[in-house]
């Protein structure tokens, strides 16, 4: 199979286990809190990694490769910048429904063009205008001034979105470094560290059924990594960006498996407007890379 196409089924794979990751999270913040919902999934992926490791032939000097890796701080900031975008990114889901939290996701890059046009100015053209108005239009919708999600929570998923594109922008930076499992292991080692201080002062010892729950929520999350990290190994994060929104389907399925709702006409009406702005930015940079290449 050509990279580009392992590339998408890889990136759709991801998709796939981060709606069921998350879907997974909303159950679980109910009687867990998210902030230990994130350390669980760090130190459950740690304490997997020391396993695993024991059988090798050198386990000691690949811990020690992992404790000093090839750039270290380089790949110790994207590992830290994960762990924050998932404590935001669990928050977030368990604040609203997984549908709607992963729409609102997606507009952060329609956010950053509007913040980009009234703070600094910057010239837009109309087909980034037209972008902006369907992604306002479809946060109007998803929203709604007379609904239920119009509230402070509905910036959380958001903000997740804004932190998550920025890790995999640093994941890029250093796969000649890291591989896959390199970057999982990093961010078992600076998520449990990170977190286990305020995990320590919110703890719950979660009964059988919810520990189970969170194994498969760590499952879940750590394939969508591997699976994450893998795809953009093989393509650029431009190329594979239009192929995430393939998670607003997935999520509709979560919603409709583990709560059984659907939301309204005027929601997924809203969804597919966000889509759409987010698809015209898409088509506006490409456009612009082969000027941008030929002016260099």
């Given at each position: 199979m050509p990279p580009s196409r392992l590339a998408i089924l890889l990136i759709l794979l991801c998709n796939a286990f981060y709606a069921a990751g998350y879907g997974l999270a909303r159950?679980?913040?109910?009687s867990l809190d998210p902030l230990q919902i994130t350390?669980?999934?760090y130190a459950l992926v740690l304490g997997a990694a020391v396993t695993l490791s024991l059988p090798s032939r050198d386990p000691v000097g690949a811990w020690r490769r992992a404790v000093a890796p090839a750039r270290p701080w380089a790949q110790r900031a994207t590992a830290a910048m994960l762990v924050v975008s998932t404590v935001v990114a669990v928050w977030g889901y368990a604040l609203v429904p997984v549908t709607e939290a992963a729409a609102l996701g997606f507009t952060a890059p329609i956010l950053t063009v509007a913040m980009g046009m009234l703070l600094l100015h910057?010239?837009?053209?109309a087909l980034r205008w037209l972008a902006v108005i369907c992604g306002f239009a479809g946060m109007l919708l998803v929203l709604r001034p007379d609904g239920a999600l119009f509230r402070w929570a509905a910036v959380v998923p958001v903000?997740?979105?804004m932190l998550y594109a920025l890790?995999?922008?640093m994941?890029?930076?250093i796969r000649g470094v890291a591989d896959s499992v390199g970057m999982t292991v990093q961010g078992g080692l600076v998520g449990t560290l990170l977190l286990a201080p305020l995990a320590a002062l919110i703890w719950r010892t979660p009964d059988v059924a919810t520990a189970g729950l969170v194994a498969v929520f760590v499952a879940a999350q750590t394939c969508g990594l591997l699976t994450l990290a893998a795809a953009v190994r093989r393509a650029e994060v431009s190329a594979l960006a239009p192929w995430h929104y393939s998670r607003l389907f997935f999520a509709l399925a979560m919603d409709a498996a583990l709560f059984g709702r659907m939301p309204d006409s005027l929601a997924l009406a809203g969804c597919g407007l966000i889509a759409l702005g987010g698809l015209l930015l898409l088509v506006?940079?490409?456009?612009?890379a082969p000027a941008a290449r030929a002016g260099e």
């Open positions: 159950v679980l913040s109910d350390f669980l999934r910057e010239r837009v053209t903000a997740a979105a890790y995999q922008v994941a890029r930076d506006r940079a490409e456009r612009a």
